[in-house]
């Protein structure tokens, strides 16, 4: 999809950070914007400021951890302009920094609740709406490099989360239909408010430059949407240190195809 003019894009956490500045970009590319979030004051001056640079924009208020509220928001971004062209699914939450062995069903809980429910919501709400449309669509789920790999300690909650979003993001794109283009966005440390902690507003990439980044694989219709180098550097030597141990312990061996789960699973499905 690269053209945008009139279309209709819906981004959650749209208020701040990495989904503020995506719903700058669509609007600057002549997109209709609903941005959706909890707090309704920083909705308003992100609908104020979009306005001001002559963006259509509308805001509604979701927890997107809430099924009911992600449908209103679906409901209500169909009023207010007839067709939902683009979903991104971008609302997040840093979680607890702790150890695993020093975390809580609670914690983990909430951070699910947000970064995998908030995008599983997302799908159930508007997923068969956009397919039933008939159109092109776009969903877009904002990942994280940290679904690719895990920088360091401390990250257990947050790294857990965003590898289902990973995994969401491929069972998404291996079950919809041709006419719903499904992306995963990577990013590394961009600048916002994650986590609620000043730090985050500094350290970084400027919000403004990943989205020059990231913006042209969107228009190619990219699955993988990267934007930080060193991830790629950090998942290639996963997959090394994955290719060796398979290498080592379980090579191919002659008639090792009826245990190939690709072909076990194209069987099964047709
Ligand atoms: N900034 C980074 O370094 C970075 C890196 C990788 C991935 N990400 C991901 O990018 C996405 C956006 O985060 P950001 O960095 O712009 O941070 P941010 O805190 O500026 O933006 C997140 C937005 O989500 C909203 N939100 C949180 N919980 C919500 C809920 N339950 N319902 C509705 N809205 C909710 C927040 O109010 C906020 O507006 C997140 O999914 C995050 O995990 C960020």
Redesign the pocket.
């Known amino acids: 999809m690269k053209d945008f003019n009139g279309k209709v894009v819906v981004v959650?956490?749209?208020?701040?950070?990495?989904?503020k500045a995506m719903a700058d970009r669509f609007g600057a590319e002549g997109a209709k914007v609903v941005i959706?979030?909890?707090?309704e004051e920083?909705l308003q001056e992100a609908v104020a400021d979009l306005t001001a640079k002559g963006i259509e924009a509308r805001y509604k208020t979701?927890?997107?951890?809430k099924l009911d509220d992600f449908k209103a928001l679906a409901d209500f971004a169909w009023a207010e302009f007839g067709q939902v062209d683009v979903l991104v699914n971008?609302?997040?939450?840093?979680g607890i920094p702790e150890m695993l062995l020093d975390s809580s069903p609670e914690s983990y809980q909430r951070v699910f609740?947000?970064?995998v429910f908030?995008q599983l919501n997302g799908i159930w709400a508007f997923g068969n709406r956009m397919i039933a449309q008939g159109t092109p669509v776009m969903i877009l789920n904002?990942?994280?490099?940290?679904g690719l790999f895990v920088a360091g300690p401390l990250m257990g909650g947050?790294a857990v989360s965003?590898y289902a979003g990973r995994a969401i993001s491929e069972v998404l794109r291996l079950e919809m239909p041709k006419h719903v283009q499904v992306g995963a966005i990577y990013?590394?440390?961009?600048?916002?408010?994650?986590?609620?902690s000043k730090e985050?507003t500094q350290i970084?990439m400027p919000?403004d430059e990943f989205i020059d980044i990231i913006w042209p694989q969107i228009e190619n219709g990219e699955f993988y949407i990267v934007s930080h180098p060193w991830a790629k550097d950090y998942a290639a030597e996963d997959a090394e240190v994955l290719s060796k141990a398979f290498d080592r312990y379980a090579p191919h061996f002659d008639g090792d195809r009826k245990y190939d789960s690709k072909l076990l699973a194209k069987q099964m499905v047709g």
């Open positions: 959650t956490g749209g208020a701040t950070g990495i989904g959706a979030a909890r707090r920083r979701c927890d997107v951890a971008n609302a997040g939450i840093a609740d947000v970064n908030g904002v990942v994280s490099e940290t947050y965003k990013p590394g440390g961009v600048q916002s408010e994650l986590g609620g985050m970084g919000a």
